[in-house]
Structures are given as structure tokens and as C-alpha cells.
């Protein structure tokens, strides 16, 4: 089993930044992929981005590429997006998962997930 635990979200207005954080424990953080998706009210739960094991490779979903980056800290098992010139369309709970093997897009193939945390952007 893997816990994660997000936190880091809040109120911003539009062209603002946050950091989201994901604090994972129960197993070897540095032998899972980890991404995030989010969903907003109304939507599909959607990708957002992921990152391999090591931290040496990511992925980004379209609309976010260039605005949000993810890395990682196996030291301190805790996986982060940093979230740039934000859009109110970015206004989503956000989710941090994980799962063994390579990262992928697809939700389904994530194992662990967490609570998510609320990131509003204002106009």
C-alpha cells in the first residue's frame, strides 16, 4: 500500500502560481511513477502530468506544457507540480497518484490515489 497525502492548494488569481505537494509513505517512493490529474466540476477526471522513477523523464498534458513542471524528491518521498501563469480554467481538484512500472496518461492504470486538493483560479 502507498498513502499519498496533497497539499499546497488554494485560492490564486489568474496569472499566479502554486506549488502542490504530495507526500507519499508505506512503500519505496523510488519505485513508482507518479502523476497528477484533476477534475473540475462538471468534467472527466483528466492528465495532467507524470514522472518517472527517477525523475529523469516527464510528460505534460497539452494546455498545461510550458505553464507546469513536476519533479520529485525520492529522499524525501514527496513528488511536487509547480503551476505557473494559471488560467481559470485550471480551477480543478488535483489529484497525485502513483503506480509501479512506467508512468502512463491513463487514470486506470494508477494504483494509488489521493484526496486531492482544491486549486481555484480567479478571473
Known amino acids: 500500500q502507498v498513502q499519498l497525502v496533497e497539499s499546497g492548494g488554494g485560492l490564486v488569481q489568474a496569472g499566479g502560481s502554486l506549488r502542490l505537494s504530495c507526500a507519499a509513505s508505506?512503500?519505496?517512493?523510488?519505485?513508482?511513477?507518479m502523476g497528477w490529474f484533476r477534475q473540475a466540476p462538471g468534467k472527466e477526471r483528466e492528465f495532467v502530468g507524470s514522472i518517472s522513477k527517477t525523475g529523469g523523464s516527464t510528460y505534460y498534458e497539452d494546455s498545461v506544457k510550458g505553464r507546469f513542471t513536476i519533479s520529485r524528491d525520492n529522499a524525501k518521498n514527496t513528488v511536487y507540480l509547480q503551476m505557473n501563469s494559471l488560467k481559470p480554467e485550471d480551477t480543478a481538484v488535483y489529484y497525485c497518484?502513483?503506480?509501479?512500472?512506467?508512468?502512463?496518461?491513463?487514470?486506470?492504470?494508477?494504483?494509488?490515489w489521493g484526496q486531492g486538493t482544491q486549486v481555484t483560479v480567479s478571473s
Open positions: 497518484v502513483a503506480k509501479r512500472g512506467i508512468a502512463t496518461i491513463q487514470n486506470y492504470e494508477y494504483d494509488y
Open positions: 508505506g512503500r519505496t517512493f523510488s519505485n513508482y511513477a
